[in-house]
């Protein structure tokens, strides 16, 4: 009977033991405490990045429609062109067209203009045909805050003349 008296005894002194040696009320209130922060920063750091995600898709469309709405199209039958130089001299009007086109126009060309006769001759540089205004205008106000140049909106009232080339 001793004996059982002191398995007994042992068993209930090792389970208050355990029981002493595990964390406290407190202990276990703080790590909940702790886990449920945790949660909490990944819920804010995940609503954190929905939030950057959906103000960079604005971004990008916004971007888009911009860049939609500014965007400069060419047509080879229209009406208006960009003029952005005139020379009086062909070599130094050729000269120049090389930048334009070394700038990403490739549709730049040189253009003479007036009386042979009279002397009176020009040649200027023009970029693109524009079936409206309002595109040449896009290009005309690039080209001007681009590189610092003026430039203007020619009307293209004669048939389309030919490039001169050296």
Known sequence: MKLWLTYISISIFTIILLQACGPSEEELRQQEQARQDSLEQVRQAELEEFRRDSLEMVRRDSIAKVMEEQRITYDEDGDYTVQVEAWRSEV???????????RGFENARVVEVGNEESGNIWYRIRIG???TEEMAERLKNKVMEDYETNAWISRLDVPRPESVSL
Do not use: G, P, V
């Open 92 to 102: 130094k009007a050729e000269k120049k067209l090389l930048t334009w086109q070394e």
């Open 129 to 131: 045909r524009f079936a």
